[in-house]
């Protein structure tokens, strides 16, 4: 049996199982069920480093130079906030047919501690490592990546012998980790089923049901923006059929759905990504991981929702305007909040604020979010694949321009 068809039946297993069990079973689930999640979760965890790292090194030397790394590195990253703005226009949309929130009187004393968003220069101070071993350490995605681009320079300044050995050295280990995270999925099934039986079992229908309009609209959204945005990517620049292209990153999205990680759903994104989608491992290996840390569309949609939603609770009509607001500040706080843990929650208050929304809406949806968490990390790194396809094909023309001009 397909890989991704044991995945999706223990994920279907899980939500029975935990809707049959109920809270009552908690205690249970959480001492002998949840620590086997726990296992796989690090498991991936484990790699991520070793992939991203190795593989940037490889596709840096790959790429051959710094203009092409700069060409590659200022389209990606425009057609990633060009996704990101229609995600939050398509969650207006929904959102505005659904009308979430309306006539529902939910009145919270609860208070949301969101961390303060970073501003840019924050950002990019904190994009470059004091010591590189310690953001390895603490799994910093946006320095190791800065890193890597410096060892791959490095290497292609040497040159020569010692270059060419250093070189058959990281992309040897990169092919360790691809296998050892081959290794690491055939666990998957059960790690997802431990993962999700504690989140069904705690939440169950009873609490989701209020805010069930929310959840719909994010999940209807998600799959819009996924069908109609990112397999039309992929078949106008890739030729691969939508049936294809889901199949191909299918175990990506289910582990970025269980996991609600874009940096644990990378390694089995990288491997999927050049094994079934034919993109080259230079192209991939600079713009998934840069994706995982800067693609937020499947948050920039959850904005949208959950804005329209606080206003529809609050009685309040966002204008033209407010709405022409929340799209540029979703957009920018995409790369804004780039690599910050709680990074969906941070979005939402700064857009809120941004609109002069309600703060204490963010209590309402944090109830949701975990839920919601599920459908945009699944959202986010499915535009991470469609992107590595259109920007695959880019290069692949580039290069045959070249060598027609030459």
Known sequence: MNLSIKIFISLILSVIVGLIVGESALPFINWWIAPIGTIFINLIKMMIVPVVFCSLVVGMTSLGDTKKLGRIGLKTIALYLCTTAIAIIIG?????????????????????????APSIMQVFVAMIPAN?????????ILPVIVFSLFVGVGILKVGG?????????FDACAEVSYKIIGIVMQFAPYGVF??????????????????????????????????????????????????????????????????????????????NCQEKLGVSRDVSSFVLPLGATINMDG?????????????????????????????????????????VP?????????????????????????????VLDMFRTCLNITGDGAVAIVMDQEEKKHATKVAHNG
């Open 342 to 370: 709680g990074a969906g929650l941070i979005m939402l208050a700064m857009v809120l604020q941004s609109v002069n929304l309600p703060m204490e809406g963010l209590a309402l949806v944090a109830g949701i979010d975990r």
């Open 132 to 140: 590189p071993v310690a953001s390895m350490a603490k799994a910093e």
């Open 161 to 169: 012998e010692r270059a060419e050995f250093l070189v058959k050295f």
């Open 299 to 339: 948050t920039a949609l959850y904005m949208g929702v959950c804005s329209l939603f606080v206003a529809n609770v609050f009685g309040i009509d966002l204008t033209m305007g407010q709405m022409a607001m929340i799209v540029l500040t979703g957009t920018l706080a995409s790369i804004g909040t780039a690599g």
């Open 194 to 271: 431990a993962l999700l039986l504690p989140v069904v079992a705690k939440n169950g229908p009873a609490v989701l049901l209020p805010l069930i309009s929310v959840i719909a609209c994010v999940a209807v959204g998600c799959i819009i923006h996924a069908v109609c945005v990112y397999s039309s990517l992929a078949q106008i620049w890739g030729n691969h059929t939508p049936l294809q292209f889901f199949r191909g990153m299918s175990e990506a999205m289910l582990i970025a759905f269980t996991t609600c990680s874009s940096a644990a759903a990378l390694p089995v994104n990288m491997k």
């Open 92 to 116: 207006f949309g929904i959102a505005g047919l659904v009308h979430p929130g309306v006539g529902l009187q939910m009145t919270s004393d609860a208070v949301v501690k969101v961390k303060e």
